[in-house]
């Protein structure tokens, strides 16, 4: 069940991007290595795998969420396509809070100015 994973990386907490192109640079890497356990097991829908491998690495859920890449799709796209069905269930509401995240403009402060 296992594929062959690219990775785009963005992570939030070490403020890197690398593109794909970078992954021969990155192979055997701590961050590579993260990577690629936490997309395995989101491809296995290993739900506790994938709590214990974000846990070793101090990757938060949401982190995940936001930032991680599995061949070229975010975290929860990859688990839907891989009908990762335990691991969808586990990150929802991870997702949903970025998609109810919300700003408060002063409307009345900046048209003053």
Do not use: W
Not at 87 to 113: F, H, P
């Amino acid at each position: 069940m296992k594929t062959a994973l690219l990775f785009a990386i963005s992570l939030a907490g070490a403020g890197v991007a690398m593109p794909a192109s970078a992954d021969t640079y990155i192979k055997g890497s701590y961050l590579h290595n993260a990577l690629v356990q936490v997309c395995s097991e989101t491809a296995a829908d290993d739900r506790l795998g994938l709590h214990s491998t974000l846990k070793a690495y101090h990757i938060s859920k949401q982190a995940a969420v936001e930032k991680v890449v599995c061949n070229g799709q975010r975290l929860m796209d990859f688990a839907r396509a891989n009908q990762a069905v335990k691991v969808t269930a586990m990150l929802q509401r991870y997702e949903d809070r970025i998609k109810g995240r919300v700003t408060i403009q002063d409307v009345a402060a900046s048209a003053a100015n």
